[in-house]
């Protein structure tokens, strides 16, 4: 069984490990006395110190290797301009832990906290409590009177928190107070999303990869983006702005200047350079909606831009850097657009690392009255007035909401746009139930118009799952395949469709198997539930 080498980190004291000539010798000091202690088997020391004091680093570097040749100090520059600036010296240190290699499984890490400057003591522990540094804390004291010229003492300390019951508790505080950030403080039921939402924020927090937000328009990818920004802006992760690109607004030639920037006289009318939203994203995170509207060439420079952090703007000879997050939004299906090839294999397998379906609005009812709270919260701060609804208007258009009646093709903007134009048409800040019933037959006449418009994607789907069979249809059967393989592609199992297709006949006929009459209805045409959703 191989040994575990023992890992020291810790901060050059640049008074306590300071002296000059033999009389240094004479004095205690911090970081050579823990290489003292024979009961202490330290292994490598990793000493982090500022420029100014290289000097005292490769003099106290020296003494160890003198007094413990089996010791291997390695130095790091860690510099910040004010070393008791607690945001400049957190910074600092926490660039140095994301850096580093850790190998847990090999080593065991104990962090330094005798010397450095009360702030960056301060920040070694927080480091080490928020494990960062997977390690335990290391405290030197000098010797006593009676033990001079000794190494002193040490103490380990480890923040294992299953043995802090406060500081698991304020873990778990913050952990729920970072899923309603994530969630905007609506307090959603659907277990499924809040499992979704509780990874996020784990992987949110832990990660720097790209991730991928996938779903239906309006089913929230851009806010949810923007607050995975805000939630690692309020952990001083990052320092950059958040930068929200439409890919689906920037197609053809303006797409690369939009993105890589440009230098001046680049091309016709490039009168200055432009910096590109990759570069205004630096230290921040971008955010691309849409990411499968991209051009192929977009594509192949943005996947050099993630991987490297390296891209060259159009005209220019020389690459631009920029350090940012890639969060990217679709609601389209990108493994069928790289089979057609209209979307790069290699960059999808980049950012689909993590990825994260956000369901529809219709796919969680029960949170459809935690939405409707806060958005007549959002319509109060909007209107400065206190927004409320009656009891029977509130019931009414819950039951409406929550009816298989209730495409809710918009999502989230559809809901939003309903409260707005009650709140907005109501008397006295009260919707009332009339304000209901106008609201209902405007969604109703809105979803009759997306029924419509999508009426030649319905035909096509005859085509693709029939082809030339569907041309001996009676135009009667043809209308009712169309409606029903529309229903059948937006839903999930063959039961899901069935509630949506028999939403009235199964309240008269309480048995009725509503799977099993989808299923034989496609077979009347020569189709299975697979054909639609493949295995």
């Known amino acids: 069984m191989s040994v575990r080498s023992l890992i020291v980190i810790g901060m050059l004291g640049s008074t306590l490990d300071g002296g000059k000539g033999s009389k240094r010798w004479e004095r205690w000091r911090p970081t050579v006395a823990v290489c003292r202690h024979e009961d202490l088997p330290v292994t490598r020391f990793e000493l982090l110190y500022q420029k100014k004091f ?13 007094i413990a ?15 008791w600036d607690l945001e400049q010296v957190y910074s600092a240190l926490h660039d140095f832990a994301r850096a580093y290699r850790f190998r847990p499984n090999r080593e065991d890490y104990l962090v330094h906290i005798t010397t450095g400057t009360h702030i960056a003591q301060i920040c070694m522990f927080l480091l080490t409590e928020s494990r960062h540094f997977p390690a335990r804390i290391l405290q030197v004291s000098p010797p006593t009177r009676e033990d001079k010229g000794g190494p002193g003492t040490y103490r380990i300390i480890d923040l294992d928190l299953s043995k802090y019951d406060r500081l698991a508790q304020r873990f778990r505080q913050e952990q729920r107070e970072g899923l309603s950030f994530l969630k905007s403080g609506i ?3 659907n277990p499924a999303f809040n499992r979704l ?57 303006a797409a690369m200047s939009a993105l890589f920037g440009h230098v001046k006289g680049a ?107 806060w958005e007549l919260e959002q319509c109060g701060h909007a209107f400065n007035l206190n927004i409320t609804m009656s009891r029977e208007a509130r019931t009414r258009f819950l039951h409406f909401a929550r009816s298989p009646e209730a495409s809710w093709t918009g999502n989230f903007r559809d809901l939003n746009g309903a409260i707005r134009r009650m709140a907005t048409l109501c ?89 099993d009459r989808v299923r034989k209805y496609l077979a009347k045409f020569g189709l299975q539930w697979s054909d639609i959703h493949s295995p």
């Open 197 to 253: 939402i509780e990874q996020i924020e784990r992987v949110a927090i832990a990660s720097t990869d790209p991730l991928l937000l996938t779903g239906a328009t309006g089913a929230g990818k851009s806010q949810l983006a923007r607050r995975i920004f805000e939630l690692k802006r309020a952990r001083r992760q990052i320092t950059g702005d958040f930068v929200d690109v439409n890919c689906a607004t920037i197609r053809g030639d």
């Open 69 to 83: 040749p089996g010791i291997e100090v390695r130095p790091h520059l860690v510099e910040c301009d004010d070393p």
């Open 187 to 189: 307090d959603t039921k």
């Open 427 to 515: 008397t006295g800040g009260r919707i009332a139930t009339k304000d209901v019933v106008e609201e209902i037959a405007r969604l109703r006449a809105s979803w009759r118009l997306v029924g419509h418009a999508g009426a030649r994607d319905e035909q096509s789907r005859l085509d693709k799952y029939l082809g030339d069979r569907a041309e001996g249809f009676d135009p009667f059967d043809r209308v009712q395949l169309e409606e029903v393989l529309r229903v059948c592609e937006a839903s999930r199992s063959l039961s899901h469709a069935g509630r949506q297709l028999f939403s009235v006949s199964r309240l008269a006929k309480k048995t009725t198997n509503d799977s």
């Open 54 to 66: 290289s000097a005292l680093c490769e003099l106290v570097k020296q003494d160890i290797e003198q």
């Open 267 to 373: 091309f016709t009318g490039a009168a200055q350079s432009r910096g590109g939203h990759l570069k205004q994203a630096d230290g921040g995170v971008l955010f691309l909606d849409e990411i499968g509207e991209l051009g192929i060439d977009e594509q192949a420079m943005l996947l050099r831009a993630v991987e490297e952090r390296v891209f060259y703007p159009v005209g220019a000879d020389k690459q631009t850097h920029s350090d940012f997050q890639l969060i990217a939004g679709t609601n389209r299906d990108l493994l069928r657009a790289v089979a057609e090839r209209k979307f790069r294999d290699d960059l999808l397998a980049r950012i689909n690392l993590w990825t994260y379906e956000l369901p529809s609005l219709r796919d969680r009812p029960e949170d459809i009255e935690p939405n409707v709270d």
